[in-house]
């Protein structure tokens, strides 16, 4: 299984290597509103590759911090279940060991 992973890996390198390489042609950034555009930001000639390729990787980041967050969380929300079963068997523990006698009608049948 080790090896069909670092396959897949090789396999996906590959694959940006040739995009990298069949889209260097530089393109223009920009960004803002038109009348501002050339004023304030800076429009750098950057590889098209380059700019897919950190468009791709910020996306992925920002779904793993989303994911994290969700996951802690969840983790939050079962160590918070995990204490109210508790309390619950403290409870059904105390109540089983308390000295009030049950009523006659009650017998325990044997199955």
């Known amino acids: 299984m080790k090896w069909i992973k670092t396959l897949f890996f090789m396999i996906i390198f590959i694959l940006i290597i040739l995009f990298s ?19 304030f930001w800076a429009i750098p000639k950057l590889p098209l590759f380059l700019i897919i390729l950190c468009s791709v990787f910020l996306g992925v980041l920002i779904g793993g911090v989303s ?8 983790k939050k929300a079962l160590r918070q279940n ?26 325990e049948i044997d199955i």
Not at 67 to 74: G, P
Not at 87 to 92: A, S
Not at 95 to 103: A, G, I, K, N, V
């Open 21 to 39: 390489l069949q889209n260097r042609d530089e393109v223009e950034l920009r960004f803002g509103l038109y009348p501002f555009q050339e004023r």
């Open 67 to 74: 994911d994290l967050y969700q996951r802690f969380q969840l």
């Open 82 to 107: 995990e204490k109210m079963i508790e309390k619950l068997n403290r409870e059904v523990e105390s109540l089983r060991s308390s000295s009030l006698e049950r009523p006659s009608s009650f017998t």
